[in-house]
């Protein structure tokens, strides 16, 4: 199984800044990475597939980079509406997630 | 607009089935991976497994031995079953429609807390 390790835990920022989140993978998952944010009480929302590419509806302040085992989601400069945990997930050997990072409001 | 909605009971009774349903509106059942994905209280994801609209299956093999799904296309509707549940299967279960084999996840529905206890 593919383990997903996820940085920080909790990050704690202020609207405005800029978020980093990274993804490490305990085997190279070429780019079959993908992001989500999940909202208390909601279902997790598509943000980022294949390491890079914005999915549907997404801002362009969300960007997604890296390949093989290290992996980083960005967000550019925090809305009040970005403040919730996101996760990666791997599709190159089954499925598995991270165990999330939570953004929450400085 | 795709949507998803789970329904089925929302109490299991330890060592029985837990079975849940999903209905589809917006789009057809065809040429995407029907899975479902579930989230104890407070923790991260662990996705179940799919079923394509065919009824080719592909489960987390952690949970092969329990599972099985199933799909009805003329009822827009997927199925999951659990087999022989414990507490360890409580949480919130997600059904999403997934893109590729191995598949990402796209549209989910709301999701259905099943709690597993006597």
């Known amino acids: 199984e593919i383990v997903l390790t996820q940085s920080p835990a909790t990050l704690s920022l202020s609207p405005g800044e800029r978020a980093t989140l990274s993804c490490r993978a305990s085997q190279s998952v070429s780019t079959y990475l993908a992001w989500y944010q999940q909202k208390a009480g909601q279902a997790p929302r598509l943000l980022i597939y294949?390491?890079?590419n914005r999915a549907t509806g997404i801002p362009a302040r969300f960007s997604g980079s890296g390949s093989g085992t290290d992996f980083t989601l960005t967000i550019s400069s925090l809305d009040p509406e970005d403040f919730a945990v996101y996760y990666c997930q791997q599709r190159s050997h089954w499925i598995t997630f991270g165990g999330g990072t939570k953004v929450e409001m400085k | 607009q795709v949507q998803l909605q789970e329904s089925g009971p929302g109490l299991v009774k330890p060592s029985e089935t837990l079975s849940l349903s999903c209905t589809v509106s917006g789009d057809s059942v065809g040429s995407y991976y029907w899975s479902w994905i579930r989230q104890p209280r407070g923790k991260g994801l662990e996705w179940i497994g799919y079923?394509?609209?065919?009824?080719?299956?592909n489960y987390n093999p952690s949970l092969k031995s329990r599972v099985t799904m199933s799909v009805d296309t003329s009822k827009s509707q997927f199925f999951l079953k659990v087999r022989s549940v414990t507490a360890a299967d409580t949480a919130v279960y997600y059904c999403?429609?997934?893109?590729?084999?191995?598949?990402?996840?796209?549209?989910w529905g709301q999701g259905t807390l099943v709690t597993v206890s006597s």
């Open positions: 999403a429609r997934g893109v590729d084999w191995l598949p990402r996840f796209d549209y």
């Open positions: 294949e390491a890079s």
């Open positions: 079923v394509y609209h065919t009824g080719n299956a």
